[in-house]
């Protein structure tokens, strides 16, 4: 319908005021009243409208920089760079490490890898640690939180991509990740080697280690 008026749709918004209503703020004010806040960035580095490989971008900056777009400066001293245990994208643009075959649909498989919104199947490939390193040093990350390395528990082979452009073998683990695993060291030791060489190449600590999609399914690493 095209013939839509103003007062159409304010008549239509009407009822929800009060719905909304007690969950207003001034963002702003509160973000500088120095409270601990949480910053959530959605999508990636890679389809940053400033960051990513044009026309293959989203609309927005997902990068702590669009957080000073819309608060001004303001100091952050904790930055958390969450990343996969693997790559994705969903859609077109360039994707290096990308398996088209049967342990990149194994992957996707056991990662329940969908579009949220579209469904769309995601592309999987390999960690790719040289964009990971790009995206640490643009954000100036402080620590990492890795997440889906249950779903790597299996996989019948195991590479990286190392932060010179290096395809690197590494060990792969038969033992399934689950709840019970509640420290790192509890992890089967070539799920700790992955980590270890994960954060070697990426030269940041990994402190969350996230083995299963619920909430408590997580390892936090003091």
Not at 2 to 24: A, D, G, R, W, Y
Not at 96 to 112: A, H, M, S, V
């Amino acid at each position: 319908d095209t013939n839509i008026s103003f007062e159409s749709v304010v008549e239509e918004l009407e009822p929800t005021i009060e719905i909304i209503k007690p969950i207003l703020a001034n963002s702003k004010k509160i973000v500088q009243s120095r409270k601990n806040v949480l910053f959530e960035g959605a999508q990636g580095y890679m389809i940053g409208i400033y960051t990513g490989k044009r026309p293959y971008v989203t609309c927005s900056d997902p990068n702590v920089t669009g957080i000073f777009d819309s608060f001004g400066f303001i100091e952050i001293n904790r930055r958390i760079g969450v990343i996969k245990a693997y790559s994705t994208r969903v859609g077109d643009g360039p994707f290096p490490t990308e398996l088209k075959n049967e342990i990149g649909d194994w992957i996707r498989k056991e990662g329940n890898e969908y579009g949220t919104t579209t469904g769309r199947p995601r592309r999987c490939g390999w960690l790719d640690c040289e964009s990971i390193k790009e995206a640490i040093e643009y954000n100036s990350i402080t620590e990492l939180a890795i997440t889906h390395l249950d779903t790597l528990s299996g996989i019948p082979e195991l590479c990286i991509k190392t932060i010179n452009g290096q395809i690197k073998k590494v060990n792969a683990w038969s033992e399934r990740i689950d709840q019970s695993m509640d420290s790192r060291s509890s992890l089967p030791l070539d799920a700790q080697e992955y980590l270890d060489e994960t954060e070697s190449q990426l030269m940041k600590p990994i402190k969350i280690i996230s083995i299963g999609p619920r909430r408590n399914e997580k390892i936090l690493v003091r």
